[in-house]
């Protein structure tokens, strides 16, 4: 247990942020897209996370919390689109909103999506021990 420290820094009070595979995009800092505004009330600037492979159950690793953004899903999608994980990775850099807010779609599902008007957008750091 982490008697030591205060529960925001502890790996076992970490909240959870869960990724489908393939797990790409987590070098340096980057940006997690969530539907709603829940995400944003959950982290803030500072806080740690632990980063799950959703199919496992795995921790791959753990990101300290940099910024976090709330608002309509294409405005964060225009806005922050083009740091997002994914993109990232895949060298996406022209029309980020578009690729963005099909990455969302085929994250959440179509009616998820639909029914979602706001996106949470969560930067990212590695964390290298805790």
Not at 14 to 32: D, Q, R, S, W
Not at 81 to 94: D, F, M, P, S, T
Request: with cysteine; proline share 3%.
């Amino acid at each position: 247990m982490c008697a030591d420290f205060a529960a925001t820094e502890c790996r076992e009070f970490a909240p959870i942020l869960k990724f489908k595979p393939p797990l790409l995009g987590f070098e340096g800092n980057f940006a997690t897209f969530r539907l709603g505004a829940a995400w944003s009330r959950r982290v803030a600037p500072g806080d740690t996370v632990a980063l799950m492979n959703a199919k496992t159950g795995e921790i791959f690793m753990y990101a300290e919390v940099t910024a976090v953004y709330l608002g309509d899903k294409r405005e964060m999608a225009e806005l922050h689109g083009k740091n997002g994980h994914r993109l990232k990775a895949k060298g996406i850099v022209e029309n980020v909103g578009e690729a963005m807010l099909k990455c969302l779609k085929n994250a959440y599902g179509t009616r998820a999506f639909n029914n979602a008007s706001q996106a949470t957008v969560i930067y990212l750091r590695a964390v290298e021990n805790l």
